[in-house]
Each structure stands twice: as structure tokens, then as C-alpha cells.
């Protein structure tokens, strides 16, 4: 009987541990399910946070390039190849042309 007794003991705690491992690491979330949730969640805010100082900059730089006329030369000038008037002459160089051709070829002219 004590054994029968002791027995039973064993098998109603093992389904209580049974249970309490279930509960805190079985079920839809997961103990490590909501670690890595947490993870996530503060790598994603982290980017969140990043993009939102990016989109600002741009935003600044956009609202800048509206209405400052500095900028708006210095890119027509640095992007676009545009003089001030004829007082200004633009030169434009050329990329070298391929060494790699045989010297014996004559060039058209």
C-alpha cells in the first residue's frame, strides 16, 4: 500500500511539473517566443527612430532647396553643368580613352 501510495505520489507530481514546464514555456508564446519578441520589438523601434532623423533631414533639406537660391545654384551649377551669364565659361574634360587599344591602329580622323 505504501508503495502503491508512494507511486501515485511520483505520478501527481510529475504531471503538476508536467503542467508548470507547459505554462511557462509551451502555449502559443512561449517564454523564449516573448524574449525574442522583446528583441525585436526594441531593434524595430531603433529603426523606426532612425528613419524618422532621416525623413526629417530630408525633409529640412527639401524645404531648404525651396527656398534657399544659394543651394539652388550650387546644384544647378555642381549637377546640371549651368554658368552664371557669359561671364563664365565651363570646361568639361573628358575620361580618358582606352590604353588598352593596340598603338599599330590608326585612329578615323
Same mark, same amino acid.
Given at each position: 500500500?505504501?508503495?502503491?501510495?508512494?507511486?501515485?505520489?511520483?505520478?501527481?507530481?510529475?504531471?503538476?511539473?508536467?503542467?508548470?514546464?507547459f505554462a511557462v514555456q509551451g502555449g502559443?508564446?512561449?517564454?523564449?517566443?516573448?524574449?525574442?519578441?522583446?528583441?525585436?520589438?526594441?531593434?524595430?523601434? =531603433?529603426?523606426? *527612430?532612425?528613419?524618422?532623423?532621416?525623413?526629417?533631414?530630408?525633409?529640412? %533639406? +527639401?524645404?531648404?532647396?525651396? $527656398? @534657399?537660391?544659394?543651394?539652388?545654384?550650387?546644384? =544647378?551649377?555642381? *549637377?546640371?553643368?549651368?554658368?552664371?551669364?557669359?561671364?563664365?565659361?565651363? %570646361? +568639361?574634360?573628358?575620361?580618358? $580613352? @582606352?590604353?588598352?587599344?593596340?598603338?599599330?591602329?590608326?585612329?578615323?580622323?
Amino acid at each position: 500500500m505504501a508503495r502503491r501510495s508512494l507511486l501515485s505520489r511520483l505520478v501527481w507530481f510529475g504531471i503538476i511539473v508536467a503542467a508548470l514546464v507547459f505554462a511557462v514555456q509551451g502555449g502559443e508564446y512561449s517564454t523564449l517566443d516573448l524574449v525574442h519578441q522583446r528583441r525585436d520589438r526594441l531593434r524595430m523601434t =531603433a529603426a523606426i *527612430d532612425s528613419m524618422t532623423r532621416v525623413v526629417d533631414s530630408l525633409r529640412r %533639406y +527639401r524645404d531648404r532647396l525651396q $527656398r @534657399d537660391p544659394k543651394l539652388q545654384e550650387r546644384i =544647378a551649377r555642381e *549637377d546640371f553643368g549651368m554658368v552664371r551669364g557669359t561671364k563664365e565659361l565651363l %570646361y +568639361r574634360f573628358a575620361a580618358p $580613352r @582606352d590604353t588598352n587599344r593596340d598603338s599599330t591602329t590608326k585612329r578615323p580622323r
